[in-house]
């Protein structure tokens, strides 16, 4: 599969959350990209210009876990990443520092335990000692929150939430709402736009592993949608208005949803969305931007054509926009100016 590749200068990594060099969330740049190819560069502030009463805006609530665990096997230090909950007590996990057969038992606290029961290509199935709510009050005592290698210092895990993040369950933030603030949600709602939730939980995006390149139809999800965000959504398409996704994980989980219309309730999603993708609901995305290669810039294709996304993204890199979490933001909109 041919994905979209530019170069990206280390300098464009963020590595540092805007609070910490000297601003606020929402203190970060914005590029917003029309489906005709037409570009406006703001400030994230400005995003408010951007919407229209009777908009939805529908937010990713999933919360952060800390999903790097270390422990010890045969006294040997073991460190793995979380990637996908399995059932109250399993999970599939990825070795991130050594490894241990199936049939060990992970040491990490005098509490939690982990049994290894399974391995599946790069990953592992763990069986915890705990499950449920003591689970992942375990996690949040013992993990860590996934850092990659840009990221230099050990920020606390409270800088890898969305201030709207409820439901604990993401191994990684859902990052595109990171510069979102309460203000910034009552001021839309003030001017008649709809704001609803979706729960869609993320896994790994780095499978740590060059070689390993897994068809997107094997990245299983899960994802719920209220009865509350299925009717407004379901008013919003009745009526011609348009509905704002911030996240591709809000896309994917209301795409999968669509049956005619939006069915509330929920599963496991693995839908792969690129440019032959027809879109039955979103008419828009806030998103990071993505690095090189990566699956979500297939999706970003199903909202602009590739070489409109390939121009503005070159662009992005000539004006120093930031990537990554803590870097700045793209608004994508299927229509032309207003």
């Known amino acids: 599969m041919q994905r979209m590749t530019f170069r990206l200068p280390s300098e464009l990594h963020a590595s540092i959350p805007p609070e910490q060099r000297g601003s606020g969330r929402?203190?970060?740049?914005?590029?917003?990209?029309?489906?005709?190819?037409?570009?406006?560069?703001?400030?994230?502030?400005?995003?408010?210009n951007y919407f229209q009463k009777g908009d939805v805006l529908i937010?990713?609530?999933?919360?952060?876990l800390p999903a790097e665990l270390e422990g010890t096997t045969n006294n040997e230090k073991v460190r793995f990443r979380l990637s996908r909950r399995l059932n109250e007590s399993e999970w599939e996990v990825l070795y991130s520092k050594g490894h241990a057969d199936v049939g060990q038992t992970i040491q990490i606290s005098n509490e939690?335990?982990?049994?290894?029961?399974?391995?599946?290509?790069?990953?592992?199935?763990?069986?915890?000692?705990?499950y449920g709510v003591e689970l992942f009050n375990e996690l949040y005592r013992n993990g860590q929150p996934i850092r990659?290698?840009?990221?230099?210092?050990?920020?606390?895990?409270?800088?890898?939430?969305?201030?709207?993040?409820?439901?604990?369950?993401?191994?990684?933030?859902?990052?595109?709402?990171?510069?979102?603030?309460?203000?910034?949600?009552?001021?839309?709602?003030?001017?008649?736009v709809k704001v609803g939730y979706v729960t869609l939980h993320t896994g790994l995006s780095d499978l740590l592993?060059?070689?390993?390149?897994?068809?997107?139809?094997?990245?299983?999800?899960?994802?719920?949608?209220p009865e509350e965000t299925a009717r407004m959504l379901n008013e919003a398409k009745r009526e011609g208005r348009r509905v704002i996704a911030v996240g591709t994980t809000v896309v994917r989980a209301i795409e999968t949803?669509?049956?005619?219309?939006?069915?509330?309730?929920?599963?496991?999603?693995?839908?792969?969305?690129?440019?032959?993708?027809?879109?039955?609901?979103i008419n828009g995305l806030l998103t990071g931007?993505?690095?090189?290669?990566?699956?979500?810039?297939?999706?970003?294709?199903?909202?602009?054509?590739?070489?409109?996304l390939r121009n503005a993204y070159n662009d992005a890199v000539e004006r120093m926009y930031l990537w990554h979490e803590f870097g700045d933001v793209n608004l994508i909109l299927k229509d032309s100016k207003r």
Not at 153 to 181: C, F, H, K, N
Not at 209 to 224: A, T
Not at 259 to 279: E, V
């Open 26 to 48: 929402g203190d970060v740049r914005m590029m917003v990209l029309y489906e005709n190819g037409s570009v406006d560069h703001k400030d994230f502030k400005d995003i408010v």
């Open 257 to 281: 949803a669509f049956d005619r219309d939006i069915k509330a309730g929920g599963g496991l999603t693995n839908l792969y969305i690129n440019s032959s993708s027809k879109l039955n609901v």
């Open 209 to 225: 592993q060059e070689d390993w390149s897994p068809d997107p139809s094997n990245h299983f999800e899960s994802y719920h949608i």
């Open 289 to 308: 931007f993505h690095e090189p290669e990566a699956s979500h810039l297939d999706m970003l294709t199903a909202f602009v054509s590739e070489s409109i």
């Open 59 to 64: 937010l990713n609530n999933s919360r952060t």
């Open 112 to 130: 939690l335990t982990a049994l290894v029961i399974k391995t599946d290509g790069p990953f592992v199935h763990l069986s915890f000692s705990r």
């Open 148 to 192: 990659y290698e840009y990221i230099q210092y050990p920020w606390e895990l409270d800088y890898y939430q969305t201030v709207y993040g409820t439901v604990p369950g993401s191994v990684e933030m859902t990052s595109a709402g990171r510069a979102i603030s309460w203000e910034l949600i009552f001021a839309l709602k003030a001017m008649g």
